[in-house]
């Protein structure tokens, strides 16, 4: 089994700073890639950015420029510094991540449980 928890949301005024972590666990051989979703309450979940094991990045249109995504690849974690940060930006972000895991012949996907950004005066 795999577990991913996210931590560092939290409530930031706009124009403000936060930065987000989801550390992976469990009987890993390999995640790639590994990545941060969003969902506002009324709103489909989008994809805010992702990074490969190699370090090839992606990013929504709607946060490049603020938003930087990184991997520490021994720790099985990754980070999402956001800056600059708008009221558009509040929503719950959730880790995802595809597995290859010990003891399965395909790799899988799983969601964190995801973190509260909230930002606001």
């Known amino acids: 089994q795999v577990q991913l928890v996210e931590s560092g949301g939290g409530l930031v005024q706009p124009g403000g700073s936060l930065r987000l972590s989801c550390a992976a666990s469990g009987s890993i051989v390999s995640i790639d890639p590994m990545g941060w979703y969003r969902q506002a309450p009324g709103k489909q979940r989008e994809l805010v950015a992702r990074?490969?094991?190699?370090?090839?990045?992606n990013y929504a249109d709607s946060v490049k420029g603020r938003f930087t995504i990184s991997r520490d690849n021994a720790k099985n974690t990754i980070y999402l510094q956001m800056n600059s940060l708008k009221p558009e930006d509040t929503a719950v972000y959730y880790c995802?991540?595809?597995?290859?895991?010990?003891?399965?012949?395909?790799?899988?996907?799983?969601w964190g449980q995801g973190t509260q950004v909230t930002v606001a005066s």
């Open positions: 990074i490969t094991s190699g370090g090839r990045t």
């Open positions: 995802n991540a595809d597995f290859l895991l010990v003891g399965y012949l395909r790799w899988v996907n799983y």
